[in-house]
């Protein structure tokens, strides 16, 4: 009677640490200039899950994230801190990196990081920098889809899944991030174009390199924008080889492939 006794008593015990929760609260770093978030796994058990924790959310379903039987929370002081996430995407097929966006955040748009394993250990990155732009509340649209394995975070980060890398992309001004709408890219993606006030403002994130170019305010007309683009300029290499679109010479045939987009 006694041994039963005992053995119900640790079967209670055992049944209540299996069903505690374990969570652990991560700090998360700044982000390491084209660092690559592709690290491989043994197994499956070794990778990062997506936990659909909410689904009657206006604005989507919403996620916790876990590495094995343990939740990843954020602390991104004075922020607080964060459990839940909405929209998050796997980097690669190892499914060892993911983007994820703050369920509930505050400012313009809620922040973005990246939870990723190095070493089989998880870390957090962020991916947000500081702007002081005048119209930064009518371009910090969050995450845009510019190709279907590359991202745009705020007109500040290109995150490219499948691989698993992330790009800052270099301001126009330091103090804030670019100004301008996205509009396209070149055939080989890397060069991003930016419709400004009174410019096509073009930044390849692989190289940094940039060119702003000067162009009509008909030009910039957001209803006929892209088919003027089309029409008068084409893209064409400098010295090394980037690509950005330039009035073209009346003498080149314009092949509308050029245009990523």
Not at 196 to 223: C, H, I, R, W
Request: glycine share 4%.
């Amino acid at each position: 009677m006694k041994t039963t006794f005992l053995a119900l008593i640790l079967s209670v015990i055992l049944f209540s640490c299996k069903q505690e929760k374990l969570e652990k609260t991560y700090t998360p770093r700044a982000l390491v200039n084209g660092e690559s978030f592709n690290e491989t796994t043994k197994s499956k058990e070794d990778a990062l899950k997506l936990v659909k924790v909410d689904s009657g959310k206006k604005d989507g379903d919403v996620y916790a994230i876990t590495f094995k039987d343990t939740s990843i929370f954020i602390q991104d002081n004075p922020k607080p801190l964060v459990k839940q996430f909405k929209a998050p995407r796997f980097l690669n097929t190892q499914k060892t990196a993911a983007i994820v966006q703050v369920a509930d955040g505050t400012g313009l748009v809620s922040p973005f990081y990246i939870v990723a394993l190095k070493d089989g250990i998880p870390e957090v990155v962020k991916l947000d920098q500081e702007s002081n732009g005048a119209n930064d509340s009518k371009f910090t649209v969050g995450l845009q889809e510019i190709s279907l394995s590359t991202f745009l975070i705020n007109n500040d980060f290109v995150v490219t899944i499948i691989n698993g890398r992330v790009y800052p992309v270099k301001r126009e001004h330091d103090n804030e991030r670019i100004q301008g709408k996205f509009l396209l890219n070149s055939a080989d993606k890397s060069t991003l174009v930016f419709a400004m006030e009174k410019s096509l403002y073009q930044v390849n994130y692989l190289t940094g390199e940039t060119f702003d170019l000067p162009v009509s305010a008909e030009t910039l007309n957001p209803q006929t924008i892209i088919k003027n683009i089309q029409q008068d300029f084409s893209w064409q290499k400098n010295n090394k080889g980037t690509l950005f679109l330039k009035k073209y010479d009346n003498d080149r045939i314009i092949d509308i492939s050029e245009f990523g987009n």
